[in-house]
């Protein structure tokens, strides 16, 4: 079996939800199949990619449409990158 498809089991016996990105899950990983995000995009601003290219796809790509949702989506990759960065300094210490 697949990794991505075994459901881990709680203490209490029900199922987990499968979540795409690594951590600060905010989206399902079937959200993000039905909204066809490529593995190398599931990341912990998954959950603001999908309606950033919904509003892409519905406005034809228009690069001054769409202008709240990629800013929302550039400004947590944006502290997802300085938590890493602080993160990595961190264990260097």
């Known amino acids: 079996r697949r ?3 075994h459901r881990e089991q709680t203490r209490s016996g ?4 499968k979540f795409c990105g690594m951590s600060g899950f905010a989206t399902t990983k079937e959200a993000c199949d039905d909204a066809q995000v490529p593995q190398v995009w599931r990341d912990t601003c998954a959950h ?3 309606p950033l290219n919904e509003c892409r796809k519905k406005e034809h790509y228009l690069p001054w449409k769409c202008e709240h949702e990629r800013h929302v989506y550039e400004l947590c990759q944006y502290k ?3 938590k890493r ?3 990595a ?4 210490q």
């Open 80 to 82: 997802d990158y300085k």
């Open 48 to 50: 603001l990619l999908i």
């Open 3 to 5: 990794v991505e498809e």
């Open 14 to 17: 029900r199922k987990r939800k």
């Open 89 to 92: 300094e961190a264990s260097r």
């Open 85 to 87: 960065v602080k993160e």
